[in-house]
Each structure stands twice: as structure tokens, then as C-alpha cells.
């Protein structure tokens, strides 16, 4: 009789269904710069990350170039679910991320990696209300912003008058040495530039490889000013959603990508100079430290304004800037 049970158990055990595997988890990462541009690299190197500390449990689909959204509707398009996660220039929306972009203020930030490291922990500190709809998994920010333009500019008079795309608090700038702003998504530069409605670019270098405006841009001043912020965020209800494993691993990856990108901007930044010089004999010019001074002499009202606007909206601004400083020292 107990022989019997025996078989019979035994029987229905290999009868049972097999529990089916674990479903695997795939996000779509959805970014408005083309491929090969260092946000677009970094979204490749975070989905390999990824997929890889999560042991596959995890799948990115990564969209580059605006095909799922476009810059200025990055945000909003991942709080309604049009795509997971998404790569946004803050900067574009200067009203609506007014904390992250202090660090676009010209506080001189020397770098790429600086610059991402204090942003992170800038927002780490603050927590700036304007990302309570969804989860932030990492930010960063372009190395320090030039003036790459189709003729030369060997001192502030040459900039007065000059059409040159910027966004944020870097077209204030723009506007302060007296140039007249084009306010156009990085992504729709090299047309306005192929075109003629932009005489020049106030940005990162990494673009006159990135996006190849050393064809269109033979002239390089290194001004050398301000940086601008990035962040990648993710929908809150997908965040929710995924196992408590996955979720560590991400929170573990926000301040080494943060410096990864960094550090990967600032190599790249060398090489597109590079690159620039010896395919396109494109002509860098630096400035004397008297030259220089007058650049950013024209400078100083755009923090003062931004700390009234700041106090004025509730912001603990002057803390703010101060932390700011403290964090380009101590990341320096």
C-alpha cells in the first residue's frame, strides 16, 4: 500500500506543469539625438550595463534620433507612457528644471565630468519638485560651451551681431556678448546652419565631430563658459513596476554613469578637436586671459538675475550657487 502512495506521487510530480520562466522585462529608451552623439552613446553603454547586472532579466530598446520623441516633448512623453525612459536637454525648458539648470549658469565649470558630478549631486541634495512625476536615473551634463562659427572671432566685437544657436542659459549669454539668438534643438542645428539662418553654434565641440559641424563651422573661440544639463528619467508607474533586484542595480548605476559620461565626453571632446583640425583644417583659437575677461566680464548680471528669479519662485538661491561652487571645488 505505501509503495502504492508512493507511485502514485510520484506520478502526479511529473505530471505537474513546469513553472514557466521568469518573463523578461523590455524598456524603451526613447532620445532625440542622432547616433554616435555622446547622450546616444551613453544610452547604449547604460543598456549594455544593464542588461548584463540584471543577468537578462532586463531588454532596452533604444531609440535614438527623435523617432519616438522629440526634445522638447521628452519629458512629458515619458509621464504619459510614450516611451519608458528618455534622454532630455534641460536646458530647452529653462522654466521648468530652474534648480538643475543653475549649473548651466557661467560659475565655471572646467569640464564634462565636473560638471556631471555636480549636477548629480546637486539634484541628490535638492530633489527639485520639477521630477516628482517620474524616477531619475542619472544625469549629466556637455563639457563647457565654445563658439564654433563660419567666420573668425578673435575678440567680443567680432561676436556682436553674429546669429549663433543656443538654448537655456546659454542663448542669455549668447545675448549679453551682444549676438542674436537662434533658439533651435540641437537635433535641427545642422540645417540652420546649412541654410544660413544660424551663422555659428554656442556649444560643446564634441558636436563638430558628433554632428559634423566642422563642415559647416571652419572657426573655433574657445570661450570656454558654461555646460549644458541632461537627465535621463524614467516613467514612475514602470518604475514601480519592475522587481526589487532590477531597481537596486539602477539606483546603483545614477552617480557611476553620471561620471562615466562625463569622463567619455571630455576624451571625446579632445578627439573631435582633433578630428576637426586635421579633416576639415578647422582653425581653434584660444584667447589671452585679458580677452577672456572681457567674454565673461559681460557675464556676471545673468547669475544675479537668475538668484532674484530664483528667490522670487521660492528657491533657496544663493544656497543653491554656493553649493554649486562647493561641488566644482570638491569634483575639481
Same mark, same amino acid.
Request: glycine share 8%; charged share 20%; with cysteine.
Given at each position: ?149 563660419? +567666420? ?117 571632446? +579632445? ?62
Amino acid at each position: 500500500m505505501r509503495q502504492k502512495t508512493i507511485m502514485l506521487s510520484l506520478l502526479l510530480f511529473i505530471l505537474m506543469p513546469l513553472s514557466a520562466p521568469a518573463e523578461k522585462i523590455t524598456l524603451s529608451y526613447a532620445n532625440f539625438m542622432p547616433p554616435d552623439t555622446f547622450p546616444t552613446v551613453q544610452m547604449e553603454q547604460w543598456k549594455k550595463e544593464v542588461e548584463k547586472r540584471t543577468g537578462g532579466k532586463i531588454a532596452v530598446n533604444t531609440v535614438p534620433g527623435g523617432k519616438l520623441l522629440g526634445a522638447k516633448e521628452m519629458m512629458d512623453g515619458v509621464i504619459s507612457g510614450k516611451a519608458d525612459i528618455g534622454c532630455l536637454c534641460m536646458a530647452y525648458q529653462p522654466n521648468r528644471f530652474v534648480l538643475t539648470n543653475a549649473t548651466g549658469l557661467p560659475l565655471g565649470i572646467p569640464s564634462s565630468r565636473v560638471g556631471s558630478m555636480v549636477l548629480w549631486n546637486l539634484y541628490k541634495k535638492y530633489n527639485p519638485d520639477a521630477f516628482a512625476g517620474v524616477k531619475v536615473l542619472t544625469m549629466f551634463t556637455t563639457s563647457p560651451a565654445n563658439i564654433m562659427s563660419k +567666420r573668425p572671432v578673435k575678440n567680443i566685437e567680432d561676436v556682436k551681431g553674429m546669429t549663433l544657436r543656443a538654448s537655456g542659459g546659454a542663448g542669455q549669454i549668447v545675448k549679453a556678448w551682444g549676438a542674436n539668438l537662434v533658439d533651435l534643438p540641437m537635433s535641427e542645428t545642422p540645417g540652420a546652419l546649412k541654410r544660413g539662418i544660424a551663422e555659428g553654434v554656442f556649444s560643446s565641440l564634441d558636436v563638430m565631430k558628433g554632428l559634423n559641424f566642422a563642415q559647416y563651422c571652419p572657426y573655433v573661440a574657445m570661450t570656454e563658459t558654461v555646460i549644458y544639463p541632461f537627465a535621463v528619467v524614467m516613467n514612475l508607474a514602470r518604475w514601480n513596476s519592475l522587481p526589487g533586484d532590477v531597481k537596486k542595480v539602477l539606483e546603483n548605476m545614477g552617480a557611476e554613469h553620471a561620471e562615466w559620461t562625463g569622463n567619455y565626453m571630455d576624451d571625446y571632446v +579632445r578627439e573631435a578637436i582633433r578630428w576637426s583640425e586635421e579633416n576639415h583644417q578647422v582653425e581653434v583659437m584660444e584667447f589671452e586671459k585679458s580677452y577672456k575677461a572681457k567674454f565673461n566680464f559681460l557675464l556676471w548680471p545673468i547669475t544675479s538675475k537668475w538668484i532674484k528669479d530664483a528667490d522670487a519662485k521660492g528657491l533657496p538661491a544663493k544656497p543653491i550657487v554656493k553649493d554649486i561652487r562647493t561641488f566644482i571645488r570638491k569634483y575639481r
